[in-house]
């Protein structure tokens, strides 16, 4: 949910509650007021009509309500002692309404001469029904203005106080590391949108500073390391070949012009690895993976054979990728290379790709690996000098940069899969 839209609902929440709360006590103030402006309507009817009486002792003889808007009743002196005035709601039929409507009635006593009279007064009320109904409506769309109003602030006025924050994301959404570009913030009044610009321009520049310096590190060390190593290898070459040497001393040789050639491999690992970690892959382009995986799988064909282990290939659909061409190889071929290389004679290799995953199964070991440390670096699994145990590592190091995902079964095969 999006900052202005996840504010809006909070507003229109907290507004709901206060109009709910705010209509409740205005309702009961509001029949409160009604009911004591009706009450003393009742008591000046009632005074007006005791006047009357005193001139007019027809008004005396009014005992039901067929014109007016009140009766009297003579009534005993013991019951007009102990009378009190009383304010009722009750219903009276209504001709024109031709139904029963509410109305506000006193009950009352007077004297006239020695006889007590019980006097009626009555006078139409508003139904709480249709006060309920009207309020109801009235604050719906009262509230439906409120928020349609925050919209529209939202909208406009807010949308645009935030403008330097969603610019600031914006350019933090699209910069890249590898391919820095100048950050330029939007300049703004408040004081904390500038601050916070300010602070992310120095950790940029911070950021920057670092990758450049690992970058420079990695290009030194990979010239560095390499060419001694190669020089050394190309001496020690040229010494077997003069064929000066003993059988033992050409068997040490050997054993030291392997460990320089794993060493270069280690080196060339360390270093493919520490540049994908630091993105430093940044050309990409749409790969089809089906294509690359039968390349990949004819040029590993005579080290399978060779091997004596049947590779296969299986193109279940066609998958393209945007991603590195050369990290594309380098994920597919350690993976058929792993395959091939931890398996036993006779056996099998079978790589299928189609549009979701990439899966190799190979039928090595007949029995599963450490699940956990199967793509850790340095793992084996057992003791080899033909590889660097970087290889898997490699692979989920590319994986986790272009965000797919990689996982390990056993069910009598070893399979690893890649899902896009």
Not at 52 to 78: C, M, W
Request: overall charge negative; hydrophobic content about 40%; some cysteine.
């Amino acid at each position: 949910m999006k900052l202005l839209n996840y504010t809006t609902s909070y507003f229109a929440i907290l507004l709901l509650l206060a109009i709910t709360i705010w209509a409740a006590l205005f309702y009961i103030n509001m029949l409160d007021e009604i009911y004591d402006s009706m009450d003393d309507s009742l008591e000046n009817n009632k005074l007006l009509i005791m006047e009357k009486a005193l001139t007019d002792s027809s008004v005396l003889q009014r005992t039901d309500f067929d014109e007016g808007n009140y009766a009297i009743h003579p009534i005993l002196q013991p019951l007009a002692e102990n009378y009190k005035d009383i304010y009722l709601d009750t219903s009276m039929y209504m001709l024109n309404e031709e139904d029963y409507e509410p109305v506000r009635m006193l009950k009352t006593v007077f004297r006239q001469a020695d006889q007590f009279y019980e006097l009626k007064v009555i006078t139409s009320m508003v139904e709480e029904d249709d006060l309920m109904e009207d309020l109801f409506f009235a604050l719906l769309w009262l509230y439906a203005g409120l928020i349609a109003s925050i919209l529209l602030l939202n909208n406009f006025l807010l949308k645009k106080v935030w403008s330097p924050f969603y610019h600031l994301l914006h350019s933090m959404k699209n910069f890249r590391l590898e391919k820095p570009e100048p950050f330029v913030p939007e300049k703004s009044k408040i004081e904390e949108f500038n601050t916070l610009n300010a602070t992310v321009e120095k950790l940029l520049k911070s950021n920057m500073a670092t990758y450049q310096s690992q970058k420079q590190f990695i290009e030194n060390a990979s010239h560095e390391l390499q060419t001694p190593v190669a020089i050394s290898l190309n001496k020690l070459e040229m010494l077997a070949e003069q064929g000066e040497l003993s059988e033992e001393k050409l068997k040490l040789l050997s054993a030291a012009i392997n460990n320089l050639e794993r060493l270069t491999r280690l080196n060339k690992s360390l270093l493919l690895l520490s540049k994908i970690e630091n993105r430093q892959f940044a050309e990409e382009e749409e790969v089809n993976l089906k294509l690359l995986c039968r390349s990949l799988v004819e040029d590993f064909s005579d080290q399978a054979a060779f091997r004596d282990v049947e590779l296969k290939l299986n193109e279940e659909g066609n998958c393209i990728k945007k991603m590195n061409a050369g990290l594309a190889a380098t994920m597919i071929s350690n993976l058929i290379k792993n395959a091939i290389v931890h398996n036993h004679t006779g056996g099998k290799v079978e790589v299928s790709i189609s549009s979701q995953r990439l899966k190799v199964i190979n039928s090595g070991k007949q029995e599963p690996l450490d699940e956990e440390r199967l793509f850790a670096r340095f793992y084996k699994g057992e003791a080899s000098s033909e590889t660097t145990g970087l290889g898997l590592s490699i692979v989920k190091a590319i994986t986790d940069l272009y965000q797919f995902r990689l996982e390990y079964s056993y069910k009598n095969n070893h399979c690893i899969e890649v899902f896009f």
